[in-house]
């Protein structure tokens, strides 16, 4: 696994975590003040890169969490075949069928030929945007 660690208190909107193993962007973050027994809690609302569904994780903020390494590559699109996708990355040539995205405004602009930048997460690829 293609992890690194973080303390929970340090993480912001925007950066990613692993909560149940999901790959997620964190959408909402909030701390609650320390109380008088113990530390502070950090509450984070986060979206599955690959699921796109909602979780959350609640623990004190010096919380050792998993943070996925993201690995942006560009690829080409070979071709498109149903619910998957054809790439062949532009460095290494290696072939490799992807997900179809979900995102109706990348869906529509792929076509064999399309440059497309991919994320590697946690050994799983994903289509992040056509490169114009």
Same mark, same amino acid.
Not at 14 to 38: F, L, M, N, Q
Not at 54 to 82: F, H, M, Y
Not at 96 to 105: L, V
């Given at each position: 696994? *293609? /992890?690194?660690?973080?303390?929970?208190?340090?993480?912001?909107?925007? #950066?990613?975590?692993?909560?149940?193993?999901?790959?997620?962007?964190?959408?909402?973050? #909030?701390?609650? +003040?320390?109380?008088? !027994? =113990?530390?502070?809690? $950090? !509450? $984070?609302? *986060?979206?599955?890169? &690959?699921?796109?569904?909602?979780?959350?994780?609640?623990?004190? #903020?010096?919380?050792?969490?998993?943070?996925?390494?993201?690995? +942006?590559?560009? =690829?080409?699109?070979? *071709?498109?075949?149903?619910? +998957? $996708?054809?790439?062949?990355?532009? @460095?290494? &040539? @290696?072939? &490799?069928?992807?997900?179809?995205?979900?995102?109706?405004?990348?869906?529509? +602009?792929? *076509?064999?030929?399309?440059? /497309?930048?991919?994320?590697? $997460?946690?050994?799983?690829?994903?289509?992040?945007? /056509?490169?114009?």
């Amino acid at each position: 696994m *293609a /992890v690194e660690y973080a303390e929970l208190g340090e993480l912001k909107e925007g #950066s990613y975590i692993v909560i149940d193993g999901e790959p997620c962007r964190i959408v909402e973050i #909030s701390k609650a +003040k320390t109380g008088k !027994h =113990g530390s502070a809690k $950090v !509450h $984070v609302v *986060a979206i599955g890169l &690959f699921t796109g569904s909602r979780k959350t994780l609640v623990g004190p #903020s010096d919380q050792r969490v998993e943070v996925p390494i993201i690995d +942006k590559r560009i =690829g080409q699109v070979i *071709a498109v075949l149903g619910d +998957k $996708v054809q790439i062949m990355d532009k @460095e290494t &040539f @290696e072939t &490799f069928e992807a997900d179809m995205p979900t995102d109706e405004s990348i869906r529509s +602009k792929l *076509a064999a030929g399309t440059e /497309v930048e991919y994320w590697t $997460v946690l050994g799983r690829r994903l289509i992040v945007r /056509v490169k114009e």
